[in-house]
């Protein structure tokens, strides 16, 4: 008899505790496409998502189903910065609806807690230079400065400057409009546009040239340093390139960490069948 009664008080049970689910109800809520920690996902969020990625237009399902992860992660890192309490009713977004606040206080967050920790050292620098010279080295082409003058006036005045030895950095300083400012350079002749070739063949090393007219608004010194049949960009120079390579790389691993921490604190339900398209997932 008990065995009965208790068959027959399951299903109600089971019913009870339904209703006292919210993510159970939310899966009946056509609007609802996915809970994630406190926060529901809706088909308006996933449209506006979709839009401001410019991928509203598009039907591909894996370009669709990366939006939908990116909108994902974001909720995942949105809740490691709300308060709520456990139990608590999964709630709209509200003005995080909106994809560039949304972004804004993602961005901060992650500022704020992983990237903070990606910082470069200048010993990996030199230790990633070292290892791999062989991503810094060019074939065979020329080693020069170069300023570039505003006028055939301040041509003049720079060319008097320069027959009188002053350096060439220093008047490419005063004078050049170029940011480089008379700064060392290196250029494989491929890389050389046609007009600079017969200039540059005919340089004497370490001599400046006279000034080229590029335009009448327009004239150029160059001052060649040295021809090379292969030459390896000194750490200094490539030191910036370097650190925002690693950095990147740093950030990325560091992200992946972090996103993988909140999935195992944040539960997130999927109502795959009320997607609007074939989910697909990304593969390495």
């Keep these: 008899m008990k065995r009965l009664l208790l068959a027959a008080l399951l299903p109600l049970v089971m019913v ?3 209703t006292r689910d919210p993510v159970a109800r939310l899966k009946k809520d056509p609007n609802v496409l996915a809970v994630v920690g406190c926060y529901e996902i809706t088909r308006a969020d996933l449209a506006a998502a979709a839009a401001y990625d410019q991928a509203d237009s598009t039907q591909d399902p894996w370009v669709q189903s990366r939006v939908w992860d990116g909108l994902v992660d974001a909720l995942l890192v949105l809740n490691d910065r709300a308060s709520a309490r456990p139990g608590e009713a999964p709630r709209p977004l509200g003005a995080l609806s909106d994809p560039k606040a949304r972004e804004n206080v993602v961005d ?8 903070v920790k990606a910082e470069v050292t200048d010993q990996e620098i030199e230790t990633y230079y070292r290892n791999h010279r062989d991503e810094f080295q060019r074939g065979p082409g ?3 400065r170069q300023m570039l003058l505003p006028g055939p006036t301040q041509a003049g005045d720079a060319e008097a400057l320069l027959r009188r030895g002053h350096s060439f950095v220093d008047v490419a300083r005063l004078y050049s409009l170029s940011p480089d400012r008379g700064a060392l350079q290196y250029f494989q002749y491929s890389e050389l546009p046609d007009y600079l070739k017969p200039v540059i063949d005919g340089a004497k090393i370490g001599s400046p040239t006279a000034p080229l007219r590029l335009s009448d608004s327009s004239y150029q010194i160059l001052l060649v340093e040295g021809r090379h049949e292969a030459y390896v960009l000194p750490m200094d ?6 650190r925002l390579r690693l950095s990147d790389e740093r950030r990325e691993m560091l992200k992946a960490r972090y996103l993988a921490e909140l999935r195992r604190r944040f539960r997130t339900v999927v109502f795959w069948s009320k997607l609007p398209f074939a989910y697909q997932k990304e593969t390495p």
Excluded at 108 to 115: A, F, I, M, Q, R
Excluded at 237 to 242: H, L, T
Aim: proline residues 5%; charged residues 25%.
């Design 108 to 115: 901060s967050t992650l500022d704020e807690k992983v990237y």
């Design 237 to 242: 120079e490539v030191a910036p390139e370097i």
């Design 16 to 18: 009870w505790g339904c």
């Design 142 to 144: 020329v080693l020069l």
